[in-house]
Nanobody
Framework: VQLQASGGGLVQPGGSLRLSCAAS????????MAWYRQAPGKQRELVSR???????YYADSVNGRFTISSDNAKNTVYLQMDSLKSEDTAVYYC????????????????WGQGTLVTVSS
């Protein structure tokens, strides 16, 4: 499974960005997709997650400001980020829990390459 993330960039505090991540490959099914982030000198943390049935999770630090959504037909997940703060600056990684044709009975973790979000005036 290949995860291609896009949409990062430089934005001023209070601004908005929308991240996208498309999964491709020999995918049989996706159980969940998520966004993680890693700021300089910090551990990678879960930002938001969406299950195939639509259940959602948000970290406390982004709840009310970020919105996750997905297009299951396109195997794509989005992260709408509003009211951005300097502390949101990080590399954002796309994640998928998926199973592929070569291993139809097992879900595995897959990661994208990361996209940099910089919030600065």
């Amino acid at each position: 499974v290949q995860l291609q993330a896009s949409g990062g960039g430089l934005v001023q505090p209070g601004g908005s960005l929308r991240l996208s991540c498309a999964a491709s490959g020999s995918i049989l099914g996706i159980s969940a997709m998520a966004w993680y982030r890693q700021a300089p000198g910090k551990q990678r943390e879960l930002v938001s997650r969406i299950g195939s049935g639509g259940s959602m999770y948000y970290a406390d630090s982004v709840n009310g400001r970020f919105t996750i959504s997905s297009d299951n037909a396109k195997n794509t997940v989005y992260l709408q980020m509003d009211s951005l703060k300097s502390e949101d600056t990080a590399v954002y990684y796309c994640y998928a829990l998926a199973k592929v044709t070569s291993q139809p009975s097992k879900f595995r973790d897959y990661w994208g390459q990361g996209t940099l979000v910089t919030v600065s005036s």
